[in-house]
Nanobody
Framework: QVQLVESGGGLVQAGGSLRLSCAAS????????MAWFRQAPGKEREFVGA????????NYADSVKGRFTISRDNAKNTVYLQMNKLKLADTAVYYC?????????????????WGQGTMVTVSS
């Protein structure tokens, strides 16, 4: 069982930066693929980025490539999402998720555990 708690969301102007954190409980955190998803009002939840258990491999949605960076600290049981050059279209609730047996290319259906989400609002 893994429990995930996101933090770091808030209001930021377009072009600005935010760093989200996701703290995980459980001794086996380092064995999970971790990912960030987001859901804007009226839209489906979409993939943002994922990182392998070791941190060696990452995968990003095209919409965030070059602007967002996902990282993890297994000693702290924490995964991060550094978001730079934020756009209005990045406004959404951001969710942290964990997958036990997947890869950084896994579909959303393979993510077993989810956080409660943190809101990111980008203003003009």
């Amino acid at each position: 069982q893994v429990q995930l708690v996101e933090s770091g969301g808030g209001l930021v102007q377009a072009g600005g930066s935010l760093r989200l954190s996701c703290a995980a409980s459980g001794r086996t955190f380092s064995t999970y693929v971790m990912a960030w998803f987001r859901q804007a009002p009226g839209k489906e939840r979409e993939f943002v980025g994922a990182i392998s258990w070791s941190g060696a491999n990452t995968n990003y949605a095209d919409s965030v490539k070059g602007r967002f960076t996902i990282s993890r600290d297994n000693a702290k049981n924490t995964v991060y999402l550094q978001m730079n050059k934020l756009k209005l279209a990045d406004t959404a609730v951001y969710y942290c998720a964990a997958s036990r047996g997947g890869s950084v290319y896994s579909p959303i259906s393979l993510y077993n555990y989810w956080g409660q989400g943190t809101m990111v609002t980008v203003s003009s």
